[in-house]
């Protein structure tokens, strides 16, 4: 969607040592250290010229601290898909890439693009969504470690993996008690995670992972719900020709996690979707495929769940 705005924004790439930033309307970019003394000088500079907005590029964890720095001055902060601005740029035949290239890119981005209306600050929510991206890089490594031990006959190295997994396991124990106390302690958050965990089959870890990643549940039409979890299928035709509609985009750490609790719930823990999953297999589905539906159904049910501020009832829900 074309953006009708008048807001003059800035396009920000962050690096470890350093910030380029340019804005796009004045042709103006400048580099910036990545200190204290850079800080106040980028916002001096955005000060200077009026700068509305300012939109980043999810980089690990380094845009964060210049997002704290602009917001509390007045300046929107947007963090947006490092993949989407690198396709825009190709997209517009630019293929040349070094740290002044991408701010002016970000910022013809910005520009062109009203990138995620819905996305406002929310420090208790980014404090969650570390903590459940901590919690699943933990059971990440705890894989890699467990599929590393059952290729390793070293007495030495088996002790050092079993050491570590028990280790893993414990810090496992202690994120989830925090992600506990955290939503229980959050008005908003307890609410939305007793409406998301009275879905049979959908239990705490899910509900977190949803409320921080997915904060436009209940404010957004059904279809862009299901797009956000990338669950929504898109056409593949041209001409005559009519091709397989396939999921695309997303987010993908919790469609990941959603996926695994719609696997649970469509075969064992939710009766009315697990009727649905197998209604579908009975039609041919593949089950991967049947699963994805059961996907994009339930995550369309929360959104209307959460917009009406119901708790699951079976039949209010059917489906067909």
Request: hydrophobic content about 45%; charged content about 25%; glycine content about 6%.
């Amino acid at each position: 969607m074309m953006a009708q705005s008048d807001l003059v924004v800035v396009g920000i790439d962050v690096a470890k040592d350093k910030v380029d930033a340019y804005i796009r309307p004045l042709s103006a970019g400048r580099t910036f250290p990545n200190s204290s003394v850079g800080q106040r000088q980028l916002t001096a500079w955005l000060r200077r010229h009026k700068v509305a907005k300012a939109v980043m590029e999810a980089s690990g964890g380094y845009e964060r601290n210049w997002a704290k720095v602009l917001r509390p001055v007045g300046i929107e902060v947007r963090i947006v898909d490092p993949k989407r601005v690198r396709s825009f740029a190709r997209s517009a035949g630019r293929l040349a890439k070094n740290d002044t290239i991408d701010a002016a890119m970000i910022a013809w981005f910005a520009e062109t693009f009203d990138q995620a209306p819905h996305q406002v600050h929310d420090a208790a929510r980014e404090q969650l969504a570390q903590m459940v991206n901590a919690r699943q890089g933990l059971l990440d490594l705890q894989t890699a470690l467990q599929n590393r031990d059952e290729h390793s006959e070293v007495s030495a190295v088996q002790k050092m993996h079993a050491r570590l997994l028990k280790k893993i396991a414990s810090e496992v124990l202690r994120l989830e008690a925090a992600i506990g106390v955290l939503i229980k302690t959050t008005k908003c958050f307890a609410e939305l995670a007793e409406i998301i965990a009275s879905v049979p089959g959908l239990g705490e870890i899910t509900s977190a992972g949803l409320i921080a990643a997915m904060p436009e549940l209940g404010q957004v039409d059904n279809k862009v719900a299901a797009a956000l979890l990338g669950v929504a299928p898109y056409d593949d035709d041209s001409g005559k020709r009519r091709g397989e509609r396939q999921i695309k985009g997303g987010r993908r750490r919790v469609r990941n996690l959603f996926y695994m609790a719609c696997l649970g719930a469509a075969t064992r823990h939710n009766p009315v979707l697990k009727a649905f999953y197998r209604r579908l297999i009975a039609k041919g589905k593949e089950p991967k495929v049947a699963l994805v539906a059961c996907m994009r159904k339930l995550i369309v049910i929360l959104n209307t769940m959460i917009a009406r501020r119901q708790k699951w009832d079976a039949s209010l829900y059917p489906l067909s």
